[in-house]
């Protein structure tokens, strides 16, 4: 699984990118989106809603299943893609370009973002 | 599911095939079974437009033979078994004394008296414990076969011409709904124009030695047509569109025949008693006065996909609950089945929505199934 370098990543399968005048853009890791299947729905916070470190800020819905969507940090929502709104499947195939969920400036981070590296680890240990 | 402690998950003969060709692996049933291979959406389509191969060997096969096989089988089930000709097949159910169905079956007359019974994978030793305990008094031997056949299923309206070039049987003389022993790419199967997709198809019912040889040979065969290797997760919204039941979601010994809107697989006029047969009567009688809820199919105008639980609403009211739900590929939208109170059933029916956690969407009450191949 490819998951670039520059992003840091969640236990729930967050990225974030480097932060741009304080705003991250979130989405979920292709290691997600292949195991979630076809994403057919996608629920994302309002522009304006804060948004907390690893509570629940939307849904990822499938052909199979419902999975909720975790903010990996704290802040104010500054944008959401409307792309992935209407066609929900960028998520699949483009996981970390085109099929970004949303935009937060950053209030605060929590400890324990993994590195590229660890998260490749992570995520390869919970498929084994 | 039993009550035993979880064991090791079956594989079937194409386990290493699977494996090679990526396929994301499922539990199912105490099966490890291919869930999808790549895009569950494109292999949907796949079927729907050109061909579609599947590995069905979890599905649990009974042979049933003796000289009163078919007496036999007309007392275990709620169908006419013996009235289904040499070569044919028949859609029926084995129901519990209390008219509750403990299973949907297919069954296959093979000879004058010899049947293959076809059961869900999940349901396959309790059909199989029922019928060797219904058998007790007739001249008749219940066989398990689970492990004397793999299954593999090509579907779609590609199918009849990727299993021609394989096969000298009579494909054209074989109608829907009918099997015969034949070969296929040198291998001994039975091939029946049966399957669970709503597209015309075959299953071919193999012995395991010979399956990757047979799936092979079908994906070279297919090759120049489209035909891709197809998992459960397809399989499930195919038969959704095509509104098809599946045991546990539409049907379960909580239900009778008549709750399910299946009585048509009931024959009350058959020779001799039948397990079920009082209660079934009496099923038959509550439906007439007392119309239960009905099977119906729900169509989503907006894009939430309801799931298997979730309520029906209508005024504020549950009318009713969802048995499946997907997003369907072929209308484009999310559709379920759904058991509504008789009220709210019609086809156009006003004001129906599905609560999705917590929301009340829209819904439009459609007769099922949502799709029917053109012929």
């Known amino acids: 699984m490819n998951n670039p370098q520059q992003l840091r990543y969640s236990k729930e399968h967050e990225w974030l990118s480097g932060a741009e005048d304080g705003v991250s853009t979130v989405g979920i890791t292709e290691h997600a989106a292949n195991a979630l299947g076809d994403v057919v729905f996608v629920q994302l916070p309002e522009v304006g809603d804060t948004v907390t470190a690893g509570e629940s800020c939307g849904e990822l819905e499938s052909t199979k299943s419902v999975s909720e969507l975790y903010s990996p940090v704290t802040g104010e929502v500054t944008a959401i893609n409307e792309d992935v709104v209407e066609d929900p499947s960028l998520v699949n195939s483009a996981p970390f370009e085109g099929g970004w969920l949303f935009k937060v400036r950053v209030a605060e981070e929590p400890a324990g973002l993994l590195s590229a590296d660890e998260y490749t680890a992570f995520s390869t240990g919970e498929e084994s | ?375």
């Not at chain 2, 099966?31 to 979890?58: I, K, N």
């Not at chain 2, 003796?66 to 044919?88: K, P």
């Not at chain 2, 209660?279 to 809820?293: C, D, K, T, V």
């Not at chain 2, 549950?318 to 008789?342: F, H, N, Q, R, W």
């Open chain 2, 1 to 375: 599911m039993s009550s035993t402690e979880p064991t090791e998950p079956r594989h079937t003969a194409l386990d290493a095939l699977h494996r090679s060709l990526g396929a994301t692996m499922t539990d199912f049933a105490g099966w490890d079974m291919p869930l999808r291979y790549g895009s569950e959406r494109d292999e949907h389509v796949a079927v729907r437009t050109r061909a579609g191969l599947f590995d069905l060997s979890h599905m649990g096969e009974i042979t049933v033979t003796g000289a009163e096989a078919a007496a036999f089988l007309n007392f275990a089930l709620v169908g006419n078994i013996a009235s289904v000709g040499v070569g044919r097949a028949r859609y029926t159910m084995i129901c519990q004394a209390d008219g509750g169905i403990l299973d949907d079956l297919i069954v296959y007359r093979l000879a004058d008296t010899e049947y293959m019974v076809v059961a869900n994978a999940s349901n396959a030793q309790v059909v199989l414990d029922a019928l060797t305990e219904r058998a007790a008094g007739f001249d008749a031997e219940v066989r398990d076969d689970r492990d004397a056949y793999a299954l593999i299923a090509v579907q779609g309206p590609q199918s009849p011409g990727i299993l021609k070039s394989l096969t000298d049987a009579d494909l054209d003389g074989l109608k829907y709904y009918a099997g015969l022993p034949g070969t296929v790419a040198g291998v001994p199967a039975l091939i029946a124009r049966t399957g669970y997709t709503g597209e015309d198809g075959f299953e071919l019912f193999v012995k395991p030695e010979h399956a990757v040889e047979l799936w092979q040979a079908l994906t070279k065969a297919g090759e120049g047509v489209g035909l891709v290797p197809c998992g459960l997760s397809c399989r499930d919204t195919l038969r959704l569109e095509a509104g098809m039941p599946l045991y546990g979601h539409e049907l379960s010994t909580s239900l009778t025949p008549f709750d399910a809107g299946l009585d048509r697989v009931v024959k009350f006029e058959k020779e001799g008693d039948f397990v079920g047969r009082e209660a079934l009567l009496q099923a038959a009688e509550r439906a007439e006065q007392n119309p239960p809820r009905v099977l119906v199919g729900l169509i989503a105008e907006g894009r939430r996909v309801p799931r298997a639980g979730y309520a029906v609403v209508a005024g504020g009211e549950v009318i009713g609950e969802v048995t499946s739900g997907a997003p369907s590929p072929t209308l484009g939208k999310p559709i379920a089945m759904a058991y509504v109170d008789a009220a709210h059933a019609a086809p156009g029916t006003a004001g129906v929505g599905v609560d999705i956690r917590g929301s009340h969407e829209p819904y439009e009450v459609v007769a099922l199934p949502f799709y029917k191949r053109q012929k």
